[in-house]
């Protein structure tokens, strides 16, 4: 069964920290990564993607995050986060040989940013 | 504005009631998905539909029934609820093989007691 592993459940960083959060998905078929952020009481909103050609992709507020096909993994990279940036993140991953495109999600990261 | 739009946004239901969730997109999209949300858990896919006319089941659907009315329109539900099925419920659509993501509703909040 297809699945996405997010390494830190939880993590806090001050204002102006640098960010990564980790992805892994469970194996290499060709596929269209995800991040998703859930502000508090909030629905997911799309953060950025990737579905094919430069492995680094930019995204909204600063967040950028790389495609490493052989590490299959998906990390998500802010340099100095914010008070605003608090919120659950969520990867999630499509295999493209799937019907309609459904996503397999992890189980999030909630960050949060001290002021 | 564009989106994806669900009802109720709360509802709280006795053991054994049925209730039908809600849920219309006008981003002219193919694919529609219902999701649960529990804590510690991500999300988890109920039930999909690839084009109108079709459903498939997702990781979850025990306790679930799915209607694609129409190109717009995805319903969700609950024949008979049971606490277990306590949980934020997002409807979502996304292009037909879904490489632009998905556009999420705002989510209904359940409560079986």
């Known amino acids: 069964a297809q699945s996405v592993s997010q390494h830190n459940h939880h993590v806090i960083l001050s204002e102006a920290a640098s960010l990564e959060l980790g992805c892994n998905y469970s194996?290499?078929?060709?596929?269209?990564l995800f991040w998703y952020v859930q502000y508090p009481g909030q629905h997911l909103q799309l953060l950025l993607k990737y579905f094919s050609g430069d492995p680094l992709v930019k995204g909204i507020k600063g967040f950028e995050a790389e495609f490493i096909k052989s590490k299959f993994s998906f990390n998500l990279r802010k340099p100095s986060v914010q008070w605003s940036d608090t919120a659950e993140y969520f990867c999630a991953v499509a295999y493209r040989n799937t019907n309609a495109g459904k996503s397999t999600f992890g189980d999030g990261t909630t960050l949060t940013v001290k002021p | 504005n564009a989106g994806v739009t669900q009802t109720p946004k709360f509802q709280v239901l006795k053991t054994g009631q049925s209730m039908t969730l809600q849920c219309a997109q006008d981003m002219n999209h193919n694919s529609m998905y219902w999701y649960r949300q529990d804590p510690g858990m991500g999300l988890r896919l109920i039930y999909y539909s690839a084009s109108e006319g079709t459903t498939d089941k997702g990781e979850v659907p025990n306790g679930y029934n799915v209607s694609r009315l129409n190109k717009r329109e995805f319903s969700l539900r609950l024949e008979s609820a049971a606490p277990s099925q306590t949980s934020v419920y997002f409807c979502?659509?996304?292009?037909?093989?879904?490489?632009?993501?998905?556009?999420f509703g705002s989510g209904t909040r359940l409560t079986v007691v």
């Open positions: 979502a659509s996304s292009s037909r093989w879904g490489g632009d993501g998905y556009t």
């Open positions: 194996y290499g078929g060709t596929v269209n």
